[in-house]
């Protein structure tokens, strides 16, 4: 089967004054069709850094990246993949439902269909009332949400979130953990989810990928096992405690091998 994505000896090194910055080293990691697998691990240990390269935002100084079995260019040139990242990455001068409407435009659907997709996906992220305003006249968690909508829009087979739901509400949060479960189970999407919150990564994922700086690497892949189930039930299982209990460990094994390198 296509693998969504496969990173091989994937290396990235950034040139600094100070010195080269070896953001990323040898990583391995294939994300098959339809998988969730959360990156997570301590703040540059270079997990936005890989998304970009998956994203063709940056190219690799070492190893090899393929999407769908193409290189990371080609994918980006064939909008293979949906993006929502850090910085909600709103154009300014276009309102909500234009900046959503936007990856729809760019494959080419009828405006009667992309007004309806439109709709719908304003309505999934709660802002059907603010569709004709600009991004500056919104909260930074609206501004988010609408990144979001336009990463879905045209229901791509693999997405791209690097902290998507990090400037949003507890309940906000959680309600669309939900949502973009379901609907990567329902389009048979992949996704690749960037987070610092342990609960959410087990929540959302069949597999946890664990990090660890200096340089940024692969300490730990932790599947998650928890099948289709990903409902509100869930948040209350023991077997969600007992995986979540896992990541903290290995996040924390990576921790106290840092000490030990000072
Ligand atoms: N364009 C760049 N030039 C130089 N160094 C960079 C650049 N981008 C990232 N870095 C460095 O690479 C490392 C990884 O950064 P990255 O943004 O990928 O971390 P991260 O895991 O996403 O962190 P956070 O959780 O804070 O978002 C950091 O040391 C950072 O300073
Ligand atoms: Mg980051």
């Given at each position: ?74 994918a980006r040139i064939d909008q293979d993949y949906g993006i ?18 936007l990856p729809l435009?760019l494959h080419g ?45 045209a229901?791509p087979?693999l ?104």
């Open positions: 089967m296509t693998l969504a994505v496969k990173a091989t000896g994937v290396g990235k090194v950034f040139a600094a004054k100070a010195g080269d910055v070896t953001a990323l080293t040898g990583v391995d990691l294939e994300v098959e069709a339809g998988e969730f697998v959360s990156l997570i691990g301590p703040s540059g240990c270079g997990k936005s850094t890989l998304l970009r390269l998956i994203a063709d935002l940056d190219q690799p100084s070492s190893g090899e990246l393929s999407i769908f079995d193409k290189p990371a260019r080609r929502a990242f850090q910085q909600a990455g709103l154009l300014p001068w276009r309102t909500v439902a234009a900046n959503i409407a435009e659907v009828a405006k009667p269909a992309r007004e309806a997709r439109v709709a719908e996906l304003a309505e999934l992220v709660g802002l059907t009332d603010f569709t004709d305003r600009f991004p500056d006249q919104l909260s930074g968690g609206m501004q988010q949400r609408v990144a979001i909508a336009r990463a879905l829009a229901s087979k997405l791209l979130m690097d902290e998507p739901f990090g400037a949003l509400d507890e309940m906000t949060r959680e309600y669309l953990q939900g949502e973009l479960t379901r609907i990567a189970s329902e389009t048979g999407a992949a996704v690749v989810f960037v987070t610092h919150s342990i609960p959410e990564a087990v929540f959302l994922s069949d597999r946890v990928v664990v990090m660890s700086p200096r340089p940024g690497r692969i300490t730990d892949v932790i599947a998650t096992g928890l099948g289709a189930a990903r409902d509100e039930a869930l948040r209350e299982n023991p077997l969600y405690f007992e995986k979540v209990t896992a990541v903290r460990e290995a996040l924390h094994g990576t921790k106290v091998e840092r000490a030990n390198e000072r």
